[in-house]
């Protein structure tokens, strides 16, 4: 049977603010894991993802396309069905048009603008949707079904995390064009003259994406409750953020760790609906032990 599945990237969320945030409802899935995205921008980021990949762990000694053909054959076990490998996903690579071939529902909600219906972003999906608020998880929630003769995947991209954090009014510092409101960057004249933010503000502003995420929790433990059983979620960012770091803020044109650091966690529904059991990994000497058994040494 063919496993629901919830995809929840926190946009620009990076690893260690995930990490301070209290999330009672998130950590029923287990820990979260510090990975590394693909790209340092919302969209070059989410591309990635709907090939079907996920963000890496930057292993040593091995060659990349072993890392893909590993990712790609781990969607056996979160979609519930054998036999699927890199190969299955030829010639698109393209997650939802795969998924739409095998027979399910594919529905995005997305909260940037520059992942607006228009773009290439919005490729095999049934139903996509820009929000109208910045900041709605909530909306996205309440939004969500699973129909019993349907199998859904939602694919949610979350603006709470992304500047301004869901601050509002004289709390908001000012900066054109970063809100996700691309016609204003055609505003500019070319001088920015804005002042950079000083380290009291970067930190101020980096509590906040704490906060944002505990905000976030609250409507996860939402999302959990309207689940099914056979639910398999995924919960990870695009990219990460810098709050002052070696002199940067934000992300996109800069080449820093902090800006590539993510959580990634993912679980399956188990027993009754809202009841979460993480996906236990196999440890690198059970998966040692079980290829020597494969061989005949044990």
């Known amino acids: ?9 926190f946009d620009s969320c990076r690893y260690d603010s995930f990490a301070r945030a209290k999330k009672p409802n998130i950590e029923r ?17 989410h591309y990635a993802y709907l090939m079907g990949l996920m963000p890496h762990t930057s292993p040593p000694h091995v060659f990349a396309s072993n890392v893909y053909r590993e990712e ?37 909600r ?3 603008p520059v992942l607006n219906p228009s773009t290439s972003i919005n490729t095999g999906f049934d139903d996509y949707k820009l929000m109208d608020d910045h900041f709605d998880f909530s ?21 709470e995390t992304h500047y301004p954090y869901m601050m509002e009014g004289e709390d908001l510092p000012h900066i054109s064009g970063v809100h996700g409101v691309v016609k204003k960057m055609d505003e500019q004249d070319g001088v920015n003259d804005e002042p950079f933010f000083d380290d009291e503000l970067m930190k101020k502003l980096h509590d906040q994406q704490v906060k944002c995420v505990e905000y976030l929790d609250n409507h996860i433990g939402r999302l959990f409750e309207k689940c099914t059983r056979d639910t398999y979620f995924i919960i ?20 820093h760790e902090k800006v590539f650091e993510v959580p990634f966690m993912e679980g ?11 996906e236990r990994q196999e440890t690198d000497d059970e998966r040692i032990a079980n290829k020597l058994e494969s061989l005949g040494y044990m």
């Open 268 to 278: 399956r529904l188990s027993g009754s609906s809202g009841s979460v059991e993480a």
């Open 29 to 45: 899935l287990g820990d979260a894991e510090k990975r590394y995205s693909y790209a340092s921008w919302t969209s070059p980021s």
């Open 110 to 112: 997305v909260s940037l």
């Open 139 to 159: 909306g996205m929630v309440d939004e969500i079904e699973f129909p019993a003769d349907e199998t859904r995947f939602y694919f949610l991209n979350v603006g």
């Open 1 to 9: 049977m063919m496993n629901n599945v919830v995809w929840i990237i």
């Open 72 to 108: 790609f054959s781990k969607w056996e076990d979160r979609l519930g069905i054998e036999g699927l490998t890199f190969r299955s996903f030829l010639p698109h690579i393209n997650l939802p048009t795969k998924l739409k071939e095998l027979g399910y529902k594919t529905s995005a």
């Open 236 to 255: 990870t960012a695009d990219h990460g953020e810098l709050f002052g770091e070696d002199g940067y803020f934000g992300h996109g044109p800069i080449i």
